[in-house]
């Protein structure tokens, strides 16, 4: 990314600070009238993926040549299947709008990211497939203990489970059960390979890192006032500080990324490890429970199979 200079454009500075305060795997979409507009490695990026037109805009006041950048655009009214397609491959797009009408504002435009879209907490229904849940998950796992939690953004689903013991195993397993297309993975997590290759091969789910995001403490508040208890025994997790770490990492990120009310994520629901029959992935692919083995499709699964023609769907 080039820094703007003493002969930048005001538009351009207000583009850069935009685009710094975004991670770098981030593209962020910035509105410029009826466009979505992107720059330098990002229109690079959205222009091989999408197929768009590459050309460049003059970043300075002197519009030297050599201060051409790349960019490209897409209309706002038709963003959304533009978006759906990066997402689909594993990008995430920061919306950055116009806060203010363009023919009522004084100078530049005031400008602000409003969302961060990532595959695990798209809500839009052009971006989500019929009958079938889209989640996030969270994995924390230290020494002697470890948690998992998910969520499903679109419907508010939101939950929890501690693990202790063989804790690799059962989360391995449970993230087979609920299939999220993103995982935030714990320092722990993040360092296991079995975790790692299963959520990045097995899934094809995109890994995250927030190391800090895993702290107990701060895990336990964020989730105290998102669900409206007290203290963390009200909300089931006393003693599973497994659980707290990845229900809060998970929270926290959504929050983060997401930059609207979610008060519709309103009920924890905490599962307790090895209280039920737990089946790995492997099993729950070969009896096609959700999905049919061969199309990848709801269409030929049990899930699928109904007394009633019009639950199919």
Not at 258 to 263: A, E, H, N, V
Request: glycine residues 8%; aromatic residues 8%; charged residues 25%.
């Amino acid at each position: 990314m080039s820094n703007s200079g003493p002969t930048s454009t005001p538009m351009m500075d207000q583009y850069l600070r935009m685009k710094k305060g975004l991670p770098e795997d981030v593209l962020l979409f910035f509105r410029l009238g009826d466009f979505y507009e992107m720059f330098e490695e990002d229109a690079r990026i959205a222009s091989r993926e999408l197929d768009l037109t590459l050309t460049s805009r003059d970043h300075a006041k002197d519009k030297s040549a050599e201060d051409k950048i790349p960019m490209c655009g897409v209309p706002y009214h038709s963003s959304e299947s533009y978006i759906a397609r990066l997402v689909a491959k594993g990008y995430k797009v920061a919306i950055c709008e116009q806060m203010e009408d363009p023919a009522l504002a004084k100078g530049l435009v005031q400008r602000d990211v409003i969302r961060i879209i990532t595959p695990g907490t798209v809500t839009e229904s052009s971006m989500l497939e019929e009958g079938k849940s889209t989640y996030i998950g969270a994995v924390y796992l230290a020494t002697r203990e470890g948690g998992a939690a998910f969520c499903d953004v679109s419907t508010g689903e939101f939950c929890c489970a501690a693990f202790d013991g063989d804790a690799v195993s059962h989360i391995i397993n449970e993230l087979g059960r609920f299939a999220p297309r993103e995982v935030i993975l714990s320092p722990g997590a993040r360092e296991n390979e079995h975790i790692y290759e299963f959520v990045t091969r097995k899934l094809e789910a995109m890994p995250e890192s927030a190391a800090e995001s895993f702290e107990y403490l701060p895990a336990s508040v964020l989730l105290c006032r998102q669900f409206g208890f007290t203290d963390i025994d009200q909300c089931g997790l006393d003693g599973q500080p497994g659980a707290v770490c990845a229900a809060g990492a998970l929270l926290g990120y959504i929050k983060e990324t997401q930059k609207f009310d979610i008060s519709h994520i309103n009920r924890l629901d905490v599962f307790y490890g090895g209280r039920y029959m737990e089946l790995d992935w492997v099993t729950r692919r070969n009896l096609e429970l959700t999905e049919s083995l061969r199309s990848g499709e709801k269409k030929g699964c049990l899930l699928y199979t109904s007394p009633s023609p019009r639950d199919r769907g």
